[in-house]
Antibody, heavy 122, light 107 residues
Framework: EVQLLESGGALVQPGGSLRLSCAAS????????LTWVRQAPGKGLDWVSG????????FYADSVRGRFTVSRDNSKNTLYLQMDSLRVEDTAVYYC???????????????WGQGTTVTVSS | EIVLTQSPATLSLSPGERATLSCRAS??????LAWYQQKSGQAPRLLIY???KRATAIPARFSGSGSGTDFTLTISSLEPEDLAVYYC?????????FGGGTKVQIK
């Protein structure tokens, strides 16, 4: 079964850092691009970042560029999101998701994790 | 950044009725548009990609159409389990963006 499992969410103070992980199973990890999408409480979906299957190409929303870093370890089948300089407005459930076909972003995200909660508050 | 505007914000229909959800882009996204369903407390689920291609295991009552700036998700005969929020998402250009969502309520 194809699965994604996020972890690492926590309560953190403004200005703090956190690293999220997304462990994958059931598919050839290195062949698929992955993405992070977040959802603030009671709000809609907000795309955060994406990374190609090789890890050679990364993409960011303007709201997180320079503060968040996406990476992956294909030997461990794991995706990461390093979040620095966190702000109150970064409070959200963070989902990782897999591209439907390889590195082709045009095919949407067919598998999603259950999400991990990040709360930024003093 | 491409802005996606979804309408209506809320749709209330009876089982068996046809639901028509709209997504309008601020500039052309060609056919690079996907639709997702999100039920309360769950992760989103891919319904449609490339504007009109149904994702794996998606029932035939869900269909997508459109290109350029105007897109439609149609649920041909509403089922009680279709209660959810539906989002469109464009992948024509970075950053990727989502619409604000349409909430489908069952009368």
């Amino acid at each position: 079964e194809v699965q994604l499992l996020e972890s690492g969410g926590a309560l953190v103070q403004p200005g703090g850092s956190l690293r999220l992980s997304c462990a994958a199973s059931g598919f050839i990890f290195s062949r698929y691009a992955l993405t992070w999408v977040r959802q603030a409480p009671g709000k809609g979906l907000d795309w955060v970042s994406g990374i190609s299957g090789s890890g050679g190409a990364t993409f960011y929303a303007d709201s997180v560029r320079g503060r968040f870093t996406v990476s992956r370890d294909n030997s461990k089948n794991t995706l990461y999101l390093q979040m620095d300089s966190l702000r109150v407005e970064d409070t959200a459930v963070y989902y990782c998701a897999k591209y439907t076909y390889g590195d082709d972003v045009r095919t949407g995200f067919d598998i999603w994790g259950q999400g991990t909660t990040v709360t930024v508050s003093s | 950044e491409i802005v996606l505007t979804q309408s209506p914000a809320t749709l209330s229909l009876s089982p068996g009725e046809r639901a028509t959800l709209s997504c309008r882009a601020s500039q052309s996204v060609r056919s690079f548009l996907a639709w997702y369903q999100q039920k309360s407390g769950q992760a989103p689920r891919l319904l449609i990609y490339a504007a009109s291609k149904r994702a794996t295991a998606i029932p035939a009552r869900f269909s997508g159409s459109g290109s350029g700036t105007d897109f439609t998700l149609t649920i041909s005969s509403l089922e009680p389990e279709d209660l959810a929020v539906y989002y469109c998402q464009q992948s024509e250009s970075w950053p990727l963006t989502f619409g604000g969502g349409t909430k489908v309520q069952i009368k």
